[in-house]
């Protein structure tokens, strides 16, 4: 089974993105959410209905999820036992560190995989309980990469 939980697509209106999913896939949609990380603001949605989520993310201008230039697919994201150690074993596999949100007490970090056009987002388990009660109540625990059983 495999660690994998949504895909995050960057948009540029949030709104406008539920609206279109909700109309052309029947998606239904939690409450969105606005944030700070750093300098920058942003707004986030997740789907209902449990893994894996689709999410969207408005990001202001010159931040990690940055769409002036248009909506895109920005990363796939999964659960792992140590976001430091899985970036480690990332970065030696080739796949460069693109954002960390470490330095800003968020244990997450976007990796480029150039092949797919995307990242790959780690996000530290400790965050899986604050997720589930705040975007899937009630929900099942969800797969996690183990990066002490990855020898």
Do not use: K, N
Not at 46 to 58: A, Q, V
Not at 68 to 95: C, K, M, P, Y
Request: hydrophobic share 35%.
């Amino acid at each position: 089974m495999t660690a994998f939980y949504h895909v995050c697509f960057a948009v540029p209106d949030l709104e406008r993105a539920m609206r279109d999913f909700r109309r052309s896939a029947g998606v239904e949609w939690s409450e969105p959410a606005g944030d700070r990380l750093g300098e920058w603001e942003y707004r986030i949605v997740f789907t209902t209905g449990g893994p894996p989520f689709i999410e969207l993310i408005e990001g202001s201008p010159g931040s990690p999820w940055d769409a002036s230039g248009g909506a895109r697919f920005d990363h796939i994201g999964f659960w792992t036992s140590d976001v430091q150690e899985g970036s480690r074993r990332l970065e030696a596999e080739g796949l460069p560190v693109d954002f960390s949100g470490c330095p800003y007490g968020r244990p997450f970090a976007y990796h480029q995989v150039d092949s797919i056009g995307a990242r790959i987002e780690l996000v530290d388990v400790e965050r899986q309980g604050p997720f589930l009660d705040r975007w899937h109540p009630g929900g099942a625990v969800m797969p996690v990469i183990d990066e002490g059983d990855r020898g």
